[in-house]
């Protein structure tokens, strides 16, 4: 069983930036993928970012792509979301999960096994 925390969101204004964390507990979480999502109010749950479990594989969506760095910590069972030159469209909550293994269909929220509850991030203009 893997339980997964975020934290670090907040309000911010445009042009400024966050840093996400999602504490995992479980000590096979070093080896599991994990995937950054957000949900707007009124939207659908959306992709944003996913980490192997090396590290070495990263994606992006391409609205985040060159503004957000996704990274880990397996020593800390941590992983990071870096969030720069934030836009009020970045709004939302925003969500950790964790799957076992890689997927060709990472970006899809049913693949994941484990989520954490949420942190808010707002961006005022």
């Known amino acids: 069983q893997v339980q997964l925390v975020e934290s670090g969101g907040g309000l911010v204004q445009a042009g400024g930036s966050l840093r996400l964390s999602c504490a995992a507990s479980g000590r096979t979480f070093s080896r599991y993928i994990t995937g950054w999502f957000r949900q707007a109010p009124g939207k659908e749950r959306e992709f944003v970012s996913v980490?192997?479990?090396?590290?070495?594989?990263?994606v992006y969506a391409d609205s985040v792509k060159g503004r957000f760095t996704i990274s880990r910590d397996n020593a800390k069972n941590t992983v990071f979301l870096q969030m720069n030159s934030l836009k009020p469209e970045d709004t939302a909550v925003y969500y950790c999960?964790?799957?076992?293994?890689?997927?060709?269909?990472?970006?899809?929220?049913?693949?994941?096994?484990?989520w954490g509850q949420g942190t808010q991030v707002t961006v005022s203009s």
């Open positions: 999960a964790g799957r076992p293994s890689w997927s060709g269909t990472y970006y899809r929220t049913s693949e994941y096994d484990y």
């Open positions: 980490i192997n479990w090396t590290g070495g594989t990263t």
